[in-house]
T-cell receptor, first 116, second 112 residues
Framework: AQKVTQAQTEISVVEKEDVTLDCVYE???????LFWYKQPPSGELVFLIR??????QNEISGRYSWNFQKSTSSFNFTITASQVVDSAVYFC?????????????FGSGTRLQVQP | SQTIHQWPATLVQPVGSPLSLECTVE??????LYWYRQAAGRGLQLLFY??????ISSEVPQNLSASRPQDRQFILSSKKLLLSDSGFYLC???????????FGPGTRLTVL
């Protein structure tokens, strides 16, 4: 069975601080996909990134960066120089590979509050 | 570009009443479609998914049902709502060639 753990329930930082959101996953699949989503107060989930299990290259997009390490089954998300607009709940998710149901298994989310 | 719609945005229903939530996708064909529920302050739970018209798979036993009468339409229904059905319902779609899912704006359901 697949499982995603986000141990940090809530994080509070002051604007311009760097913050890392942790994600640890469990799966028996050899091919799988990892995701991060952002859920602002409006409620809609916004897709941020997808990472394939066979591609461990880290990725940077502006102030966002992601560190994927298969050896520790982790897919951590770092926001550099945080801003108030980054305040949201962030979800890490996992899906199986192949042509099956491809449903997402979500972690419980980390609520990030960025104080001005 | 693709767009996903959900309605209504909010709904307050009495216990025992029926439910119908609708989701439609524009700008793509033959998508995979999903219904998730998010209880207050918690993560998302997959309820149903569909890989084609009339093809519905249920993930958890409950008093909800889903239907896909058209390629880009996904409906979530109940004959009699329970208090425990309250939550935030999200519809999502994905293409056959990619794994990321894109979510609609959601429906906030309160059962009283």
């Amino acid at each position: 069975a697949q499982k995603v753990t986000q141990a940090q329930t809530e994080i509070s930082v002051v604007e311009k601080e760097d913050v890392t959101l942790d994600c640890v996953y469990e799966t028996r699949d050899t091919t799988y996909y990892l995701f991060w989503y952002k859920q602002p107060p409006s409620g809609e989930l916004v897709f941020l990134i997808r990472r394939n299990s066979f591609d461990e290259q880290n990725e940077i997009s502006g102030r966002y960066s992601w560190n994927f390490q298969k050896s520790t089954s982790s897919f951590n998300f770092t926001i550099t120089a945080s801003q108030v607009v980054d305040s949201a709940v962030y979800f890490c998710a996992l899906s199986e590979g192949g042509t099956g149901r491809r449903a997402l298994t979500f972690g419980s989310g980390t609520r990030l509050q960025v104080q001005p | 570009s693709q767009t996903i719609h959900q309605w209504p945005a909010t709904l307050v229903q009495p216990v025992g009443s029926p439910l119908s939530l609708e989701c439609t996708v524009e700008g793509t064909s033959n998508p995979n479609l999903y219904w998730y529920r998010q209880a207050a302050g918690r993560g998302l739970q997959l309820l149903f998914y569909s890989v084609g018209i009339g093809q519905i798979s249920s993930e958890v036993p409950q008093n909800l049902s889903a239907s896909r009468p058209q390629d880009r339409q996904f409906i979530l229904s109940s004959k009699k709502l329970l208090l425990s059905d309250s939550g935030f319902y999200l519809c999502a779609w994905s293409s056959r060639s990619h794994h990321e899912q894109f979510f609609g704006p959601g429906t906030r359901l309160t059962v009283l």
